[in-house]
């Protein structure tokens, strides 16, 4: 049965870095596209950053290139998006989620098949 499990969400102030992490279990997890997505309040869920599997390529949405990285720890069956200098605008539920197949594809909520939880990021002063 494949889980994915969000943690490292909080409060945190402009400027301000947080790491999100995603435990995956229940399949092959370095084969199989990974992204984070997140959702505003009143808006609809994007996508933030996507990881291919197998060869690692990642793409990142034009909001968050050069303060956003994604990264898996194979050993641990573990995805990471490490957030640095947040903005107000990043505030969102934060989700990850894996795709069947090894192309992150165009990193879009559609074609993604299964979800963690959600974890809380705030960004404010």
């Known amino acids: 049965q494949v889980q994915l499990v969000d943690s490292g969400g909080g409060l945190v102030q402009p400027g301000g870095s947080l790491r999100l992490s995603c435990a995956a279990s229940?399949?092959?997890?370095?084969?199989?596209?990974i992204g984070w997505f997140r959702q505003a309040p009143g808006k609809g869920r994007e996508g933030v950053s996507c990881s291919s599997g197998g060869d690692g390529r990642t793409l990142h949405a034009e909001s968050v290139k050069g303060r956003f990285t994604i990264s898996r720890d194979i050993a641990k069956n573990t995805v990471h998006l490490q957030m640095n200098n947040l903005k107000p605008e990043d505030t969102a539920v934060y989700y990850c989620?894996?795709?069947?197949?090894?192309?992150?594809?165009?990193?879009?909520?559609?074609?993604?098949?299964?979800w963690g939880q959600g974890t809380q990021v705030t960004v404010s002063s």
């Open positions: 229940g399949f092959t997890f370095r084969y199989y596209a």
């Open positions: 989620a894996a795709r069947l197949s090894s192309s992150f594809g165009r990193c879009v909520e559609s074609q993604y098949n299964y």
